[in-house]
């Protein structure tokens, strides 16, 4: 598990093709890796991936043809958002984020609002119904909160840090982003689902 709040940009510094999957080499940048070793979980722009080797402030990982099919911004070299995963005496700044993306969603308005930056993204419909007002989303591995919905598209404000220490600065019209739900909303969903079965079974 994560949190959502990015402790370093790093950057992709080689695709290598795997058959249908690729080998990542990635350096971490100002990243804490002392506490890291193989096996452990990296999220790299919200994608929850797995160092299969470490070299000083690089680790590789290896993505599957399945996890390409659905994210984005993992098969180019590009900077990218990291974290690490949570441990049990972290302190939870953001929201539970899992690190499996739900869905891309694409950025149809970026602009200056004062000192921060609006930022609104049209969502795969069939994710729209778990997103709301003032619920938490992960736009590229960055927990926001969600500040209006019209439709299959919702608005976040990115605060000057936010801008500085990710990557979403560098967002524009067009650009597309991964996304992940927040957990909370699939089990509301879930429950509600076995609440009306229950009801049907009873009348």
Known sequence: MFTGIIQAVGQIERVVPANEDVQLFIDT????MADIKIGDSIAVNGVCLTAVSLDGRHFEAHVSKETLACTVGLDTMRPVNLEKALRSSDRLGGHLVS??????????????????????????????????IKGSITIDGVSLTVNDVDKDTFSVNLIP????????????????????????????????QWASEDRGDSA
């Open 161 to 192: 840090h936010t801008l500085e220490v990710t990557t979403l600065k560098n967002l524009g019209i067009g650009s597309r982003v991964n996304l992940e739900i927040d957990v909370i909303a699939r089990y509301v969903e879930r429950m509600a």
């Open 29 to 32: 940048g100002s990243l804490d």
């Open 99 to 132: 690190g499996h993306v739900d869905g891309v969603g694409q950025v149809v308005k970026f602009e200056a609002v004062g000192d921060c930056w609006l930022l609104a993204v049209r969502a795969p419909h069939l994710l729209s119904r778990y997103i709301a």
